[in-house]
């Protein structure tokens, strides 16, 4: 148990949003997400597609009095999901004379 009296969250996709669910949710545990959806944390990371799901204002606001925590583990982290384009443009120059 901390005594800092500083909660934890970290962004989990439910219902089609990205909400913030307490940190001290354990894999397979059921609780609520910050807005008081019900909610059960599965673990593991959550699929890039529902990453890009859009964040709830009301869990944004109130995670702001929040100390997040990385899904991996219970070290601190910035929320920035991870986002990454791959383009390969073939440029194929061809002299036909
Ligand atoms: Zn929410």
């Given amino acids: 148990m901390t005594t800092s009296g ?3 969250f ?3 996709p439910v219902d089609h949003g990205r909400h913030a669910i307490p940190g001290e949710l ?13 909610v059960t944390y599965l673990g593991g990371e959550p699929s890039k597609r529902e990453w ?3 964040t709830c204002q009301v869990c944004y606001e109130r995670a702001r009095g929040y100390t997040h925590i990385s899904l991996a583990g219970y070290h601190y982290g ?3 999901p991870a986002q990454r384009q791959t383009e390969q443009h073939q440029a194929d120059s061809q002299v036909i004379r």
Avoid: A, M
């Avoid at 354990?26 to 019900?38: K, S, Y």
């Fill in 52 to 54: 890009l799901w859009p």
């Fill in 78 to 80: 910035p929320v920035l």
């Fill in 26 to 38: 354990r894999p397979g545990d059921t609780g609520e997400t910050l807005c008081l959806h019900p």
């Fill in 6 to 8: 500083r909660k934890t």
């Fill in 10 to 12: 970290r962004w989990w």
